[in-house]
């Protein structure tokens, strides 16, 4: 039998975690594990988790624990975020499942992880740990603990980010592949191109091959082409209902391609 626990504050949900305890934040993924009888023994939450948690310090943005996507939605300052919370589950699902939740939902899901990845987004640990790169989750999960926010700077050029997630149902169907990238540009030049990839492994997963081909050109018909073809290089990408993994491969390039035009003409 599960049992819940609730806590008032983020510390003090901390020091109550142990290996038999997860913590319950939207509750999207664990109360279907619940539901199930696959969830860990003890739940622990917070008596209020503040959904509009959400700050800025210069062009750094600050997502607390407790901001879910719709709480991204309802953000001026996240804008260039809209078209990846907008995208993820039906508005039930938005109004419960939180950013930092999304780091730690398992494949397919992960679309909100997948732009964070891109982002070059940082989790803070609760307590006095310093922030770490969200690819630390990703390589293994268990071991993170508490997270009290997520952390990254928001693009020069807003523009410069783009994200496409393709699905068969839409607007809100599971994940064939999302794709989000980053690439900022100096003199018309791509400098620190990052091009991530959900559903496209175990983890979101970024495209070597891709941001190769991409640094330090100019994003154009040749340097798309090109990062087409190099797409599937660093992405493992898996077999499941939605789609095998030979048509994912077979795909990755060409939507790559369709979200790199469109980002063209900045
Ligand atoms: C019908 C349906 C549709 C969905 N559609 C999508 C979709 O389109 N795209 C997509 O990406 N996902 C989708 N999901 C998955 C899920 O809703 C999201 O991934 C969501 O962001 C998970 O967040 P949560 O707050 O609900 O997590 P929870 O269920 O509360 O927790 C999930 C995991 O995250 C851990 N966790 C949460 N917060 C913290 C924290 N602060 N520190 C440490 N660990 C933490 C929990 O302990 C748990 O292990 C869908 C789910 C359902 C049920």
Redesign the pocket.
């Known amino acids: 039998m599960t049992t819940v626990e609730t806590y008032a504050t983020?510390d003090d949900a901390a020091r109550a975690m142990g290996s038999d305890a997860?913590?319950?934040?939207?509750?999207?993924?664990?109360?279907?594990?619940v539901n199930e009888g696959n969830a860990?023994d003890r739940?622990?939450r917070l008596n209020n988790p503040n959904p509009k948690e959400f700050r800025s310090s210069g062009d750094k943005l600050i997502l607390g624990?407790?901001l879910?996507?719709a709480g991204v939605l309802s953000l001026r300052e996240l804008d260039f975020l809209h078209p990846v919370a907008r995208?993820?589950?039906?508005p039930?699902?938005r109004n419960?499942?939180?950013?930092?939740?999304?780091?730690?939902?398992e494949h397919?899901?992960?679309?909100?992880?997948?732009a964070l990845l891109a982002l070059g987004a940082q989790?803070v640990p609760?307590g006095q740990g310093s922030p770490r790169p969200v690819e630390d989750i990703f390589r293994d999960?268990s071991r993170?603990?508490?997270?009290?926010s997520v952390e990254f700077h928001r693009p020069r050029d807003p523009r410069a980010f783009g994200f496409l997630?393709v699905?068969r149902v839409k607007p809100?169907?599971?994940?064939v592949l999302?794709i989000a990238a980053l690439l900022p540009r100096e003199g018309g030049r791509i400098r620190g191109a990052r091009i991530a990839f959900?559903a496209m492994g175990a983890t979101p997963l970024r495209s070597a091959g891709a941001e190769r081909a991409l640094e330090g050109q100019s994003l154009d018909a040749t340097s798309i082409d090109r990062a087409a073809a190099a797409a599937i290089e660093g992405l493992d990408p898996p077999t499941d209902q939605i789609a095998s993994a030979w048509y994912r491969r077979e795909v990755a390039g060409v939507h790559l391609k369709r979200l790199l035009t469109g980002m063209e003409r900045i």
């Open positions: 983020l997860a913590y319950l934040a939207g509750g999207t993924l664990l109360m279907r594990a860990p739940l622990v624990a407790g879910t996507m995208v993820i589950g039906g039930q699902i419960m499942a939180t950013v930092v939740g999304n780091l730690f939902a397919p899901y992960g679309d909100f992880a997948t989790v609760v999960r993170v603990g508490l997270i009290s997630k699905s809100k169907g599971v994940s999302s959900g």
